[in-house]
């Protein structure tokens, strides 16, 4: 089992950057691939990133492709999220997911672990 803790969210706008961080505890985890998903009031969670187990490879939905920036980092736990040039549309509760295999995928049914979640809204 994985715990994952998700923090950096917060207000900022349109054009502004954040860093989402979440951080695991449990299980080793350089096991595990990661992604990145969100929920909009009234929207089904969707896809954002993904990153298979060593980090070298990455995946990105075309509405953040260019603007967002995952990255893992196997000595400290952690997985990221870099987000620039943040539009209104991005505004959402961000999870991160933990899957135990070396590969990810963007179907969030095939992630086994979640943390709570952390808020992020753009003004305009």
């Known amino acids: 089992q994985v715990h994952l803790v998700e923090s950096g969210g917060g207000l900022v706008q349109a054009g502004g950057s954040l860093r989402l961080s979440c951080a695991a505890s449990?299980?080793?985890?350089?096991?595990?691939?990661m992604g990145w998903f969100r929920q909009a009031p009234g929207k089904e969670r969707e896809f954002v990133a993904a990153?298979?187990?060593?980090?070298?490879?990455?995946d990105y939905a075309d509405s953040v492709k260019g603007r967002f920036t995952i990255s893992k980092d196997n000595a400290k736990n952690a997985l990221y999220l870099q987000m620039n040039s943040l539009k209104p549309e991005d505004t959402a509760v961000y999870y991160c997911?933990?899957?135990?295999?070396?590969?990810?995928?963007?179907?969030?049914?095939?992630?086994?672990?979640w943390g709570q979640g952390t808020q992020v809204t753009v003004s305009s």
């Open positions: 997911a933990a899957r135990s295999a070396s590969y990810y995928y963007r179907r969030r049914e095939s992630y086994d672990h």
């Open positions: 449990g299980r080793t985890f350089s096991n595990y691939a």
């Open positions: 990153i298979n187990r060593s980090g070298g490879s990455t």
